[in-house]
């Protein structure tokens, strides 16, 4: 046990140590300004009403989800797309794309919606990485 608590400590520091620096060097190379931390920032209204229609259709999916796999305990009758991580997976994916496309049409900046599309591409790639490799056998 403490060496699985070691292990992931040690896999989640250097995880967020890279997404720090692609976040650094992505915002450096596309000369975009660094957001509040632990913030909606929403371009305009009509994005943040769209944004929260996505969290709360997400929300009842992964209840539902829940539920329903929940009641097929077996391997064979549980939906790998109703699994918690895949739907959070999928809210990020869809909230992060929506937030591009209003960039994109919306914000001063012109690199703001490729440095979203970036930090997307990045976490989509790495979790993906992972997942396949089964976390580079780190946990094995």
Known sequence: ????????????????LLIFLFNAGMRKILN?????????????????????????????????????NASNLDQEGRVWYLEPHMLIFGFVLVS??????????????????????????FLSITLLLFFTTEFFGIFT
């Open 32 to 68: 975009v300004k660094r957001k509040k931390r632990f913030s909606y920032n929403h371009v305009n209204a009509h994005h943040k009403k769209l944004d929260w229609m996505i969290r709360f259709t997400f929300l009842i999916l992964i209840v539902i989800g829940g539920i329903y």
């Open 1 to 16: 046990m403490d060496h699985f608590l070691l292990k992931s400590f040690l896999f989640l520091s250097i995880y967020a």
């Open 96 to 121: 992060e794309t929506v937030r591009a496309f209003f960039e994109k049409r919306h914000s001063a900046n012109p690199n703001d919606y490729k440095f979203t599309l970036s930090q997307l591409a």
